[in-house]
């Protein structure tokens, strides 16, 4: 794999190489989360599409400044709406639990949930609109904290967890194929609020330039330090070509480049290294080896007295988590929040194959199998381009063939995911690194 | 008379914008769900690539309806995907038995658990996607041919005298009489023929199917042929009524599982059912009664605000709130079906 990133350090360009090496540290994390639904626990959550945006979103939360206009535009209303919202649920639980099961029960929650929604429904019409008409080509929401982003990782991990936790409530108690269409119905749930909400979200208009936690390019290229690093680092290349100034330049900029990805890399590899090493101590503790006696025979479990749905419940919260983790990183390094690119294919389906084709239940082998994943998904359209090109060769440049071929290559990549992964379920079920057996005394 | 001409306009208004559309679409979710509800009672898992499949076979329509088109073979006043749809259906099922023979075959055999099954859906899913895009591309599609309107909006006015226009397509009335006919075939062969008794035997008791002597792979195979039959028209028809775009295919995937769960898993007649409960309940969510409310009520007690349950871009969110509340409040279904 090392290998495999080099090549493309030498034959594409660092700056590539880096950004997938960013991408796959991430996307590492994503399937660590995954894995321990799916390896530790067996639940098949196909939202994880959900934790992502959510942790996308609290980045937005919580390192965008406020908008003060729209605070004065629609706040008070927004608070309003919000707290009709907490009363009706207060109520409706208070009539679910008081009340005896009946017709009396039935019609009183109904009247209460109608009467809510009539009152959270005038006041937020009134809110979200008077805040969207805050200078909307600019922000036309309601903005975030202004913290440091880096906050926001770990503000990102407790939203998904929330959220899990609200989800888990709803969908825990089904069958593993019911579990699944929930959590993938959910998450499409989520991310059309996320894309209709412009006062929280700004929508489809998505959210740019966010707040980094490392030097931007351009001020790089003006410091001191960066440029005589840059002089010494490529000193003797610089030497050779005659130190002209033009070559100093091109040097600094693509090395500002190089030393940006970097700082991520570093951030990213000390959150995945401190989660892989929980994760691991996690899944050799007693309590790992609860969930694995869980996942293989829930009744024997039970019968042991262990609480099948609270650990299931918590497992999923925690990996819930991890990858909320991962999804407030993800907005970060992208600087943006688009809530449209969020598609299940690509934020959960393709976490899915790195899960299975790393092998279900070994962390190492999620990380292993997020960077394998990754790469190919990335690389896999070049790769097509190159091989189209060299099959088409014989074809004149204008041909209608070999023009189809081309516009079709990138979606080779999709054909090629689902290929290794049937097949590595079909032949190797267990993964590139399988899951080691418990250790005996 | 003033008041039995605001009725009318109301009731047109809401068939028009409501009624015709919800019964389109909901035929089409129908005959999908039965689709995903074969599969469920028979393979017992969730397939994640009947979108797929129906995108699939909605490409072969469209190649072959080009084919056709250049050729200057066309239907005249109905589509041309009419005469293309027989072939597509046996391309479709071609696929579909060849998916099933490479992979599913494998786990059935190991009685592996549902989830491989799933897992590996997914994964064929991932590779009908890819070569659905690579074949025609992602983008949207248009491929109805023929006459369009049955009933135009103007010459409604014209002829009732209403204010209200009713415009009927014709892919819309297409798509309900194909889609009984379909249903009524359906219902024939699992009633009446050995094969569909025999199908049905084995979706309630596996063993006790095999006991008796019913050949489980014919089984299985008559299953994913009809349901390859069954997606492929209801793609077409979708696709006529709309457009064909890949994407939103895939989606589609979630509409037809809330129907198939909502009427109840394993149950045809359910996922009838569920796929008109999820799709009126899609449009009437979505739908702003304002100017419905107008004709009904007197002219001073006119609401003021869209009279819309929902903002029309939640259109998708309503099937899967539907899904997540029948799951929590009866995870059967309608009609009682399997709890896998």
Request: proline residues 3%; hydrophobic residues 55%; aromatic residues 12%.
């Given at each position: 794999?090392?290998?495999?990133?080099?090549?493309v350090?030498?034959?594409?360009?660092?700056?590539?190489?880096?950004?997938?090496?960013?991408l796959?540290?991430i996307s590492a994390?994503?399937?660590?989360?995954?894995n321990?639904?799916?390896?530790?626990?067996?639940?098949?959550?196909?939202?994880v599409?959900?934790?992502t945006?959510?942790g996308?979103?609290?980045?937005v939360?919580?390192s965008y400044s406020p908008?003060?206009?729209?605070?004065?535009a629609g706040g008070t209303?927004?608070?309003?709406a919000?707290?009709?919202l907490?009363?009706?649920i207060v109520?409706?639980?208070?009539?679910?639990?008081r009340?005896?099961?009946?017709r009396?029960r039935?019609?009183?929650?109904?009247?209460?949930?109608?009467?809510?929604?009539v009152?959270?429904?005038f006041?937020?019409?009134?809110?979200?609109?008077?805040?969207e008409a805050?200078?909307t080509?600019?922000t036309?929401?309601l903005?975030?904290?202004?913290?440091?982003?880096?906050?926001?990782w770990?503000?990102?991990g407790?939203?998904?967890?929330?959220?899990a936790w609200l989800?888990?409530?709803?969908?825990?108690?089904?069958?593993?194929?019911?579990f699944?269409?929930a959590?993938?119905g959910?998450?499409e749930i989520?991310?059309?609020?996320?894309k209709?909400?412009?006062?929280l979200?700004?929508?489809?208009?998505?959210?740019?330039g966010?707040a980094?936690?490392?030097?931007?390019?351009?001020?790089?290229q003006?410091?001191e330090w960066?440029v005589?690093?840059?002089?010494?680092?490529?000193?003797?290349?610089?030497?050779e070509s005659?130190?002209?100034?033009?070559?100093l330049?091109?040097?600094?900029?693509?090395?500002?480049?190089v030393f940006?990805k970097?700082?991520?890399?570093?951030?990213?590899?000390?959150v995945?290294?401190?989660?892989?090493?929980l994760a691991?101590?996690a899944?050799n503790s007693?309590w790992g080896?609860?969930?694995?006696?869980?996942?293989?025979n829930?009744v024997?479990?039970?019968a042991?007295?262990?609480?099948?749905?609270?650990?299931?419940?918590q497992v999923f919260?925690?990996?819930?988590?991890?990858i909320?983790?991962?999804g407030?990183?993800?907005t970060?390094?992208?600087g943006?929040?688009?809530?449209?690119?969020?598609?299940?294919l690509?934020f959960?389906?393709l976490?899915w194959?790195?899960v299975?084709?790393?092998?279900?239940?070994n962390?190492?082998?999620s990380?292993?199998?997020a960077f394998?994943?990754?790469?190919l998904?990335i690389?896999?359209?070049p790769?097509?381009f190159?091989l189209?090109?060299?099959?088409t060769?014989m074809l004149?440049?204008t041909?209608p063939?070999?023009?189809?071929?081309?516009?079709v290559?990138?979606?080779?990549r999709?054909?090629?995911?689902g290929?290794i992964?049937?097949?590595?379920?079909r032949?190797s079920?267990r993964?590139v690194l399988?899951?080691?057996?418990?250790?005996r005394? | 008379?003033?008041y039995?001409?605001?009725?009318l306009?109301a009731?047109?208004?809401?068939?028009?914008y409501?009624?015709?559309?919800?019964?389109s679409?909901?035929?089409q979710?129908?005959l999908g769900?039965?689709?995903?509800t074969?599969?469920?009672g028979?393979?017992r898992?969730a397939?994640?690539?009947?979108?797929?499949?129906?995108?699939?076979?909605?490409?072969c329509?469209?190649?072959?309806?080009?084919?056709?088109?250049?050729?200057?073979?066309?239907?005249?006043?109905?589509?041309?995907?009419?005469?293309?749809l027989?072939?597509?259906?046996l391309?479709?099922?071609l696929?579909?038995?060849?998916?099933?023979r490479?992979?599913f075959?494998?786990?059935?055999?190991r009685?592996?658990r549902p989830?491989i099954?799933?897992?590996a859906?997914?994964g064929v899913?991932f590779?009908?996607?890819?070569?659905?895009?690579?074949?025609?591309?992602p983008?949207?599609i248009?491929?109805?041919?023929?006459?369009k309107?049955?009933?135009?909006a103007?010459?409604?006015?014209?002829?009732t005298?209403?204010?209200?226009?009713l415009?009927l397509?014709?892919t819309?009335v297409?798509?309900?009489?194909?889609?009984?006919?379909?249903?009524?075939?359906l219902?024939w062969?699992l009633?009446?023929t050995?094969?569909?008794k025999?199908?049905?035997?084995f979706?309630?008791n596996?063993?006790l199917a095999?006991?008796s002597?019913?050949?489980?792979?014919?089984?299985?195979?008559v299953?994913?042929?009809?349901?390859?039959?069954?997606?492929t028209l209801?793609?077409?028809?979708?696709?006529l009524d709309k457009?064909?775009?890949?994407m939103?295919?895939?989606h589609?995937?979630l509409?037809?599982f809330?129907?198939a769960?909502v009427?109840?898993?394993?149950?045809?007649v359910?996922a009838i059912?569920?796929?008109?409960?999820?799709a009126?309940?899609?449009v009437?969510?979505?739908?702003?009664?304002k100017?419905?409310?107008?004709?009904?009520l007197?002219s001073?007690m006119?609401p003021?605000?869209l009279?819309?349950?929902?903002?029309t871009d939640?259109?998708?969110?309503v099937?899967?709130?539907?899904?997540?509340l029948?799951?929590l409040?009866r995870?059967?279904g309608i009609?009682?079906?399997?709890?896998?």
């Amino acid at each position: 794999m090392t290998l495999l990133l080099l090549a493309v350090g030498f034959g594409q360009s660092w700056n590539v190489m880096l950004a997938i090496f960013n991408l796959c540290l991430i996307s590492a994390i994503m399937s660590m989360g995954l894995n321990m639904q799916w390896g530790y626990a067996g639940l098949f959550n196909a939202g994880v599409m959900a934790s992502t945006a959510v942790g996308g979103l609290a980045a937005v939360l919580i390192s965008y400044s406020p908008v003060g206009k729209a605070w004065d535009a629609g706040g008070t209303e927004l608070g309003i709406a919000f707290a009709a919202l907490v009363v009706t649920i207060v109520l409706g639980l208070l009539v679910w639990k008081r009340m005896r099961p009946g017709r009396a029960r039935s019609l009183s929650l109904t009247a209460v949930v109608l009467v809510g929604y009539v009152f959270i429904r005038f006041f937020y019409e009134g809110a979200s609109s008077s805040i969207e008409a805050v200078e909307t080509a600019k922000t036309g929401f309601l903005g975030g904290l202004g913290l440091p982003v880096l906050f926001s990782w770990a503000a990102g991990g407790l939203a998904a967890a929330g959220l899990a936790w609200l989800v888990g409530r709803i969908a825990l108690g089904l069958r593993s194929d019911y579990f699944a269409i929930a959590t993938l119905g959910i998450s499409e749930i989520m991310i059309s609020v996320l894309k209709n909400e412009d006062w929280l979200t700004r929508g489809v208009k998505n959210v740019t330039g966010l707040a980094r936690p490392v030097p931007y390019e351009v001020d790089l290229q003006q410091t001191e330090w960066f440029v005589s690093l840059v002089k010494w680092f490529h000193g003797s290349n610089l030497a050779e070509s005659g130190a002209g100034s033009d070559a100093l330049r091109e040097v600094i900029l693509l090395s500002s480049g190089v030393f940006v990805k970097l700082c991520y890399s570093a951030l990213f590899l000390a959150v995945l290294l401190m989660i892989l090493t929980l994760a691991m101590l996690a899944l050799n503790s007693p309590w790992g080896r609860m969930l694995r006696a869980i996942r293989d025979n829930e009744v024997a479990a039970a019968a042991l007295g262990k609480d099948v749905t609270n650990r299931h419940r918590q497992v999923f919260i925690i990996g819930s988590a991890v990858i909320g983790i991962a999804g407030a990183m993800l907005t970060t390094l992208d600087g943006q929040f688009t809530p449209g690119s969020y598609i299940p294919l690509r934020f959960t389906f393709l976490i899915w194959v790195m899960v299975v084709i790393g092998g279900s239940g070994n962390n190492l082998g999620s990380v292993i199998g997020a960077f394998i994943t990754w790469f190919l998904w990335i690389e896999a359209e070049p790769a097509a381009f190159w091989l189209v090109g060299l099959v088409t060769s014989m074809l004149a440049e204008t041909s209608p063939l070999r023009q189809h071929l081309l516009e079709v290559a990138p979606h080779m990549r999709m054909v090629l995911m689902g290929l290794i992964l049937v097949l590595v379920l079909r032949f190797s079920p267990r993964g590139v690194l399988p899951e080691q057996a418990p250790e005996r005394n | 008379m003033e008041y039995t001409t605001d009725l009318l306009n109301a009731l047109v208004l809401l068939s028009n914008y409501v009624l015709i559309p919800a019964l389109s679409y909901g035929s089409q979710l129908a005959l999908g769900a039965v689709g995903v509800t074969l599969i469920f009672g028979i393979l017992r898992f969730a397939n994640f690539y009947h979108g797929e499949m129906m995108a699939f076979g909605t490409m072969c329509t469209i190649f072959i309806t080009w084919w056709f088109q250049s050729m200057g073979f066309t239907a005249g006043f109905f589509p041309t995907a009419l005469l293309a749809l027989p072939l597509a259906i046996l391309i479709t099922m071609l696929l579909a038995l060849a998916t099933e023979r490479s992979v599913f075959r494998f786990y059935r055999q190991r009685k592996s658990r549902p989830v491989i099954f799933v897992i590996a859906s997914v994964g064929v899913m991932f590779m009908l996607n890819g070569i659905v895009r690579m074949l025609i591309g992602p983008d949207e599609i248009l491929f109805r041919d023929g006459q369009k309107f049955l009933i135009k909006a103007g010459a409604f006015k014209k002829m009732t005298g209403l204010s209200e226009g009713l415009a009927l397509k014709q892919t819309q009335v297409l798509t309900v009489i194909l889609a009984v006919l379909a249903v009524l075939l359906l219902f024939w062969f699992l009633q009446r023929t050995r094969t569909g008794k025999a199908m049905r035997a084995f979706s309630d008791n596996e063993d006790l199917a095999l006991l008796s002597g019913i050949n489980p792979e014919r089984v299985v195979m008559v299953t994913w042929v009809i349901t390859a039959a069954l997606a492929t028209l209801a793609g077409v028809l979708y696709g006529l009524d709309k457009s064909f775009k890949p994407m939103v295919y895939f989606h589609l995937l979630l509409p037809i599982f809330a129907a198939a769960i909502v009427g109840g898993i394993g149950q045809p007649v359910g996922a009838i059912i569920g796929g008109y409960i999820v799709a009126f309940s899609e449009v009437t969510a979505t739908y702003a009664f304002k100017k419905f409310l107008k004709y009904l009520l007197p002219s001073d007690m006119a609401p003021d605000g869209l009279i819309q349950f929902l903002g029309t871009d939640y259109k998708f969110a309503v099937s899967f709130l539907i899904l997540v509340l029948v799951l929590l409040v009866r995870p059967t279904g309608i009609l009682r079906g399997r709890v896998l």
